[in-house]
């Protein structure tokens, strides 16, 4: 398996320019989660999804949009960049039981994209 | 949510055991107490978790407190591929997780 893949791994971006990245994880989890993080700070959530179909807001939503038409892919969107989005970004994965609302299933963390927004 | 406090770092030397320490005093009953860590500039990697017994796997060892307040997660012997933040993680019922600051661990020669 390769886990939770993250394309592309760097990236820079005009203040204004939209983009895509990319999150795919071939583990058949249907838990999948967007973090970002700024230097020196810990991990805070964007966008998660409880599986196909499913998608619901975290801590830092704004600025942000996801889909996840398929189990395997859960791209986030960045509509009109700005500095302040500057972060390194993280995509995750876990499994839960089916029809559990909740899971203590050890998350899967990609690479991470780096973006950089001038 | 419950909340942890972390020392923001602590050095250990390579060979012996990294003891790192976590303050969750509003834990409620079922929040699970979680590790991972985060080797420079790659994506966090889950260690272990607990409830309320003694944990041990192939990557380190969990202690709980018997009130649950606070935890402790040792690795045996520390080596510099250990060196990393840790963060401890008090997990919520909605399966999020929710990082802090961690401690930053040196494990030196």
């Known amino acids: 398996n390769a886990g939770v893949t993250q394309t592309p791994k760097f990236r820079i971006l005009k203040i204004g320019q939209s983009m895509t990245l990319q999150c795919a994880q071939d583990?058949?989890?249907?838990?999948m989660y967007w973090y970002r993080q700024d230097p020196g700070m810990g991990l805070k959530l964007i966008y998660y999804s409880v599986g196909a179909g499913i998608t619901d807001k975290g801590e830092v939503p704004n600025g942000y949009n996801v889909s996840r038409s398929t189990t395997e892919d859960f791209p986030l969107r960045l509509e009109l960049a700005a500095p302040s989005q500057t972060s390194v970004y993280f995509c995750?994965?876990?499994?839960?039981?089916?029809?559990?609302?909740?899971?203590?299933?050890?998350?899967?963390f990609g690479p991470g994209t780096r973006l950089t927004v001038l | 949510d419950a909340k942890t406090t972390q020392p923001p770092s602590m050095d250990c030397a390579e060979g012996r055991a990294a003891n790192l320490p976590c303050n969750h005093s509003t834990i409620s009953g079922n929040e699970y107490v979680y590790w991972y860590r985060q080797i420079h500039s790659q994506g966090p990697q889950y260690i272990i978790h607990?409830?309320?017994n003694n944990e041990t796997n192939e990557m380190a060892s969990l202690i709980i407190t018997e009130d649950r307040k606070s935890s402790t997660l040792i690795l045996p012997h520390a080596t510099l591929r250990d060196t990393a933040v840790y963060y401890c993680?008090?997990?919520?019922?909605?399966?999020?997780?929710?990082f802090g600051g961690g401690t930053r661990l040196m494990v030196k020669p």
């Open positions: 607990g409830l309320k």
């Open positions: 583990m058949n989890h249907n838990y």
């Open positions: 995750a994965s876990s499994y839960s039981p089916s029809g559990s609302s909740k899971s203590y299933n050890e998350q899967f």
């Open positions: 993680i008090v997990r919520n019922a909605g399966n999020m997780l929710t």
